[in-house]
């Protein structure tokens, strides 16, 4: 069994920065690529951004790129994602997930996922 667990969200103006966290437990995290995705009210869930086990590797939606940072320290079995420059259009949950098949765009290839952190950003 998989546990992840999300915090960081809040409100916050635009332009401003949140750093997400997402602690995992049950498994040895060190081998699994993570991911953030976000889900706005109305909208799909889409994919954020993702990293590889060791940290090497990053992948960032479009939308985000240049603003945002994932990160992880496997030592912590946590993940990050640093939001800076943040808009009105980034209000959703955030998720974090683990990735059974390195770092994916896909939410399909993810397997166990946190309950979420809202993050709404005002205008």
């Known amino acids: 069994q998989v546990q992840l667990v999300e915090s960081g969200g809040g409100l916050v103006q635009a332009g401003g920065s949140l750093r997400l966290s997402c602690a995992a437990s049950?498994?040895?995290?060190?081998?699994?690529?993570m991911g953030w995705f976000r889900q706005a009210p109305g909208k799909e869930r889409e994919f954020v951004a993702a990293i590889s086990w060791s940290g090497g590797n990053t992948y960032y939606a479009d939308s985000v790129k240049g603003r945002f940072t994932i990160s992880r320290d496997n030592a912590k079995n946590t993940v990050y994602l640093q939001m800076n420059s943040l808009k009105p259009e980034d209000t959703a949950v955030y998720y974090c997930?683990?990735?059974?098949?390195?770092?994916?765009?896909?939410?399909?290839?993810?397997?166990?996922w946190g309950q979420g952190t809202q993050v709404t950003v005002s205008s």
């Open positions: 049950g498994r040895t995290f060190s081998r699994y690529a």
């Open positions: 997930a683990t990735s059974r098949y390195g770092t994916s765009w896909y939410d399909k290839d993810y397997d166990y």
